[in-house]
Structure formats: structure tokens, C-alpha cells
């Protein structure tokens, strides 16, 4: 009925029709000028106004034009059909042009016409905008699919590593870094090495690198970051930025040799950059706290982080933002602090769930229940942090945060006295940690704090010994530290090395004070040594071990 509505009205007319469709349900009288050419179309404008085809709005999108909107969405699709396949395509380049030309905002409208106009080439770039706008707005799904269709259009080259760079980014945010690191790879394969891309690149390759465990690949990035900035005469926001977030996630995998040959080469530029450059500030301040966090200096690493919160807010960046927020809340859990990381933390859920970051909210909500359950609510930090565990058991989740998830249930189920599950996940924490020491260190400890609790002192003592040779190896690492110190020394006494057992508990008290001694804060101080349960514990044994100091 629709379509013979169309065929009754004059050719003239329904010429207009069919110009004005190509634009969908709104279109502009200069636009089907553009696509009428020399055809004079205003009367017919006004003939099919007044025959409520069409209507004109009071407003319009663009200055200076005329705008209208088809009255029914059939009487727009039936028009559109009457289009051959050539008209079509022809009437979607001439429109992709129309807008180009008067300012269209959208990008993925221009794509779209592009595309439709088959001129791929120009419906790439309009692609790679349009997914520029979705990261930048944080549709991190819209992202990954405009990218997508950029190189279903063809893209090469620049734009072909331009479209994996962001895929690799939005990946990552998503919480999907197999994903990710399959398109750093490729990205920056193609990106032209040293340009603002590649580094980004780089950057969000290293993450992905770091979270899938895949330490050949994390290290390839921080030599061939290093490589770079030696290479590099002139440091820029862009090195700084990226090159900190690298040693940041080296320094998580245990790599501090990296980590600190990065910062060591980025110190005599970053401060002078930072302080211009918000975003740059909040990497450069993001990495040094985890560093400061392994070499024992608690306060400054969580001064550091909400500095760096701070800038990431100055910066618009909220995705960096909600990640330093959940350190912050990690710092304020690492001194003892309960309450203040289960408020900082819910507030970083509530962040995540408002940005759509669907698999990264559960490393909220992870660190989340651990808090709950120290503040004194076990049972609920158990609900929490079950919930956070089952949900990271998917496919493509980070490696990194599914051990210390299994880690934080067997410690909360021991807590309980729930043995034998305890022991099943810390079983799956030392299955998953494979070959990556930051994530062995405390995998194994817990295994080893619940042989210990059931019974089997020699087992127990075989991982803690494991898990402190490793520890010693590192220097450090980012959590879990002084656990490992007190299972070894427990586990030494429990297997009958007494003195051994002696002697490693005082180590262990001794390295505790040397971290208390550098917390300013007084009330920091005191809970660090009182209310985290391991270095209570360690306090406490050391002095019916050993005596007072």
C-alpha cells in the first residue's frame, strides 16, 4: 500500500523521495539538492509538505539549512526501495559527501554512507574516527566492531595497525587479554615504530602480555621499550606516558630490573612533562607507586596512587581513573586500613558498572571481598569474593587476577575452617600460576598455609620453601610478602627445624618494622603492624619465638 502511495505521485516528486531517502528518516533540502543536481526541487518540497509525506522542522542539525523528517517510516523504506543497486550506491557517495562538507559530527554516519557508496577507502578513515569517538566515550563493544568493519573495508598499513591498536586497548578494558594481545601483536607488526600509536600500543600490548601470564612476550616489549627510549632524543607525553605503564606491568610480574631501568631512564624528563601534561602525570605517578609498594615504602605508594587518581580525573580519563582508584583502595587494604579500601573499592565497582566495564569490574569486586572480610564481615567478603571467582573462571579473563582470586577464597575458606575447600583453591591458585614468580610466591604459600593447618609439615615445608626461595629471588614483591615470610618460618618449626623456624621469624618481624618505619601516619603504622592478620601474626610468634627486641 505503501509503495503504490509512492508510485501515485508525479516522477518529479517522488525523484525527491527517493534523494531524501538515501539520508534515512531526517534529511535537509540541500541535501537532496546535492543529489538532485540541476532538478529544481523546493516546490515539490513544499508540494509533498503539504500532502504529509513530509514535514518541515523549526530547527534543523546543520546552519543555514532547511530540515525535514519523512511523516511515516514505511513511506521512507518504500522510496529507498525503488533505488537500483547503482543509484543507491551513487546517492550514498553523494551524501557522505553532503555531510562531510556541512560538518556531520557523527563519524559512523559518514562511514556508513561511505561504505554504502562503495568508496572503501574513505569509509576507512570515517571508521577509524568513529571508533575513536566510541573508545572516547567508552562503548568499548562499538569500539571493537567499527574497527572491524575499517578493516572489512580494506584497511592497510597505518590504519590497519590504527584499527588493532585501538581493538587492543578496548580488549583490555573489557577484560579480555587474550584478545588484547592477539591485536597488539598485530599492531604493532604494522604501526610505524616511535608514532603516538605505536607507543599506545606498546603500552596496552605490555598489559595484555602481563595479564595472560605470557612472560617472553612481556619482557620482548620492555626491551624493545627500552631499546626506543634510548633511541629517542626528545621525550614527550606520549613516550612518558606509555614507557610508565609498561614498567608499571613489568613491575607486576616480578620484572623490577625492568622497572626500574624504565623509570631510571624516564626520571630526568617525566617530572618536567607531567607537571604540564595531567595524563602523562597520572602514569608516570601510577608506576612509581607499584614500585614504591615493592621495596616496602607503603605510604608513599599509596600517596603516590592518589596522586595519580587525581590526575587521571584532571586528565578526563576515566577508565585510568577507576584503575587507580582500585589500587588506592589495594594501598589502603596493604596498611591495615579496612574500612577505607571497602569504601574506596565500592566506589570503584560503582564506577565500573557505570562505565560498562563489564569483565573489569570483577577485579573491583575481587579486591572488594578480601576487604569485606578483614573489616570483620567474613561471611559476606566470602559471598563477595565466591561471586567475583565463579564469574572469572571464563573464557579470556586475566590470568593474574583469577590466582590471587583463588588465593583470596582459600584464605578466606581457611579462616572459616573450611579445610578441604581451602586446599582445592589453593590447589587451582598454584595450577594457575604456572611459571610467573609474583604469582607463585603467594599461590604457593597459601598451599603451603593449609597443608600446615591439615597436618602435613612436610608438604607444607616443601612449598613454603618454594615459595620464599622465590621471594628472595625477587627482592620483592608487590603483595603478599609477609605471608610468605610466616608460612616458611611456620613451616620450618612445624617440620622441626626449630632454630631455622627461630631465625626466619625474627627475619621476618625485622623486615615488617623496616616497612612500619617508613609509614609517617602513626594510626597507618599501628594498623599495618596490628590488624593485617599476617604481620600480627608474625609480630606475635617472633616475640614467643624469640622474645622482644
Known amino acids: 500500500m505503501v509503495q503504490a502511495r509512492v508510485e501515485a505521485f508525479e516522477p518529479p516528486a517522488r525523484r525527491v523521495l527517493r534523494a531524501a531517502s538515501v539520508f534515512g528518516q531526517v534529511f535537509w533540502r540541500g541535501a537532496v539538492v546535492a543529489l538532485m543536481g540541476d532538478e529544481p526541487c523546493d516546490d515539490w518540497l513544499a508540494e509533498l509538505t503539504s500532502r504529509e509525506a513530509i514535514t518541515r522542522r523549526n530547527e534543523a542539525r546543520f546552519a543555514g539549512e ?53 568508496d572503501a577507502m574513505r569509509a576507512v578513515g570515517w571508521y577509524l574516527r568513529a571508533a575513536a569517538q566510541a573508545l572516547e ?22 590504519d590497519y595497525g590504527t584499527a588493532r591498536a585501538m581493538q587492543t586497548e578496548a580488549m583490555v578494558w573489557r577484560g579480555d587479554p587474550v584478545g588484547a594481545l592477539s591485536a597488539g601483536a598485530e599492531a604493532t607488526a604494522t604501526l610505524l615504530r616511535g608514532s603516538t600509536t605505536w607507543w599506545q600500543a606498546m603500552a596496552h600490548t605490555a598489559i595484555a602480555a602481563v595479564r595472560c601470564a605470557d612472560v617472553p612476550r612481556a619482557r620482548e616489549i620492555a626491551v624493545d621499550v627500552e631499546t626506543m627510549l634510548r633511541a629517542t632524543a626528545t621525550l614527550g607525553p606520549t613516550e612518558v606516558g606509555a614507557a610508565s605503564r609498561v614498567a608499571r606491568y613489568l613491575c607486576f610480574m616480578g620484572e623490577t630490573h625492568h622497572t626500574a631501568t624504565l623509570l631510571g631512564l624516564l626520571e630526568p624528563r617525566a617530572a618536567i612533562i607531567a607537571a604540564g601534561d595531567p595524563g602523562c602525570a597520572a602514569h608516570w605517578y601510577a608506576s612509581r607507586a607499584l614500585y614504591a609498594g615493592v621495596l616496602g615504602d607503603l605510604s608513599t605508594s599509596l600517596d603516590l596512587e592518589r596522586a595519580a587518581t587525581e590526575a587521571y580525573g584532571l586528565a578526563g580519563d576515566r577508565r585510568g581513573m577507576w584503575h587507580s582508584c582500585i589500587n588506592v583502595g589495594c594501598g589502603y587494604a596493604a596498611l591495615g586500613a579496612y574500612e577505607q579500601s571497602e569504601a574506596t573499592l565500592r566506589e570503584a565497582v560503582a564506577m565500573a558498572n557505570a562505565m560498562d566495564l563489564a569483565g573489569s569490574t570483577l577485579t573491583a569486586r575481587m579486591n572488594l571481598g578480601l576487604a ?42 581457611a579462616e572459616q575452617g573450611d579445610l578441604a575447600r581451602a586446599e582445592i583453591e589453593a590447589s587451582a591458585a598454584v595450577e594457575r600460576a604456572t611459571d610467573v614468580p609474583t604469582l607463585v610466591c603467594p599461590a604457593m604459600a597459601i598451599f603451603a598455609s593449609v597443608a600446615l593447618a591439615r597436618g602435613r609439615a612436610a608438604e607444607a615445608l616443601e612449598a613454603a620453601t618454594l615459595a620464599y626461595d622465590l621471594l628472595i629471588k625477587l627482592g620483592g614483591i608487590e603483595e603478599g610478602e609477609a605471608f610468605v615470610r610466616l608460612t616458611y618460618a611456620q613451616a620450618l618449626r612445624a617440620a622441626g627445624h626449630d632454630a631455622e623456624g627461630c631465625t626466619q621469624i625474627a627475619a621476618a618481624r625485622a623486615r615488617l618494622l623496616s616497612f612500619a618505619d617508613k609509614i609517617a601516619d602513626p594510626t597507618f603504622r599501628a594498623s599495618f603492624l596490628e590488624r593485617v592478620p599476617e604481620n600480627a601474626r608474625t609480630m606475635a610468634l617472633a616475640t614467643a619465638w624469640v622474645g622482644d627486641i
Open 66 to 118: 532547511v530540515e525535514y523528517i519523512f511523516r511515516h517510516t514505511l513511506l521512507r523504506d518504500a522510496a529507498y526501495a525503488t533505488l537500483t543497486e547503482g543509484d543507491g550506491a551513487l546517492g550514498h557517495r553523494l551524501a557522505a559527501e553532503w555531510l562531510e562538507r556541512s560538518g556531520e559530527p557523527d563519524a559512523m554516519t559518514l562511514a556508513d554512507h561511505f561504505e554504502r557508496g562503495r
Open 137 to 158: 566515550g567508552n562503548d568499548l563493544v562499538a569500539v571493537i566492531a567499527r574497527c572491524d568493519r575499517a578493516v572489512a573495508c580494506g584497511a592497510k598499513g597505518e
Open 372 to 413: 569485606v572480610a578483614r573489616r570483620g564481615a567474613l561471611e559476606e567478603g566470602c559471598a563477595i569474593e565466591r561471586a567475583a571467582l565463579e564469574a572469572l573462571k571464563g573464557p579470556g579473563h586475566d590470568h593474574q587476577i583469577l590466582v590471587f582470586a583463588h588465593v583470596y577464597m582459600a584464605t578466606l575458606l
